[in-house]
């Protein structure tokens, strides 16, 4: 049997997806600001 595809590690998902990751783009920001609009419970992982 193959491994399963998903390994996760906390670390690189924060570094990928993280809050820092998304101010530094116009783009990731604009995410953010959306989801803020929206009223997320948490902006970012």
Known sequence: MPKRT???KKGKR?????FLKRQAS???RR???KRRQKGRKRLTV
């Open 6 to 8: 998903y390994q996760p």
């Open 14 to 18: 924060a570094r990928t997806h993280g």
């Open 26 to 28: 116009p783009t990731g």
């Open 31 to 33: 995410v953010v600001k």
